[in-house]
């Protein structure tokens, strides 16, 4: 499994109060930003935790880093949720494992 080091990610949010937020604050503030429900979110956490990343503060980061992959590609599309299609999400993070190892 990648580390952190793996990708370059902004160091305001490594230590930043967004990644010790209660979950449900954690996840409303993550739908605010990135346009997910909470089912998708829920997806992409357990994703994680079974590829390995247990450690709470460390999947979130991994998790912020998706999305921010995700919507980079994506561009501003209006759109009231990011959507997936069947199928869609794992591959997504596949894709993003991939570029980030």
Not at 1 to 11: E, G, L, P, Q
Not at 13 to 35: G, H, M, Q, T, V
Not at 79 to 95: A, S
């Amino acid at each position: 499994m990648a580390t952190i080091h793996a990708f370059s990610y902004n160091r305001k949010i490594i230590n930043s109060k967004y990644l010790n937020l209660p979950d449900i604050a954690f996840f409303k503030w993550c739908s605010e930003r990135f346009s997910i429900n909470k089912g998708v979110f829920n997806t992409i956490d357990n994703w994680f935790y079974y590829e390995g990343i247990e450690e709470i503060i460390l999947r979130r980061l991994y998790i912020l880093a998706f999305l921010d992959f995700v919507q980079s590609t994506l561009g501003n599309q209006g759109l009231k949720f990011i959507r997936f299609g069947h199928g869609g999400l794992t591959k997504r993070l596949n894709e993003f494992l991939a570029s980030i190892n």
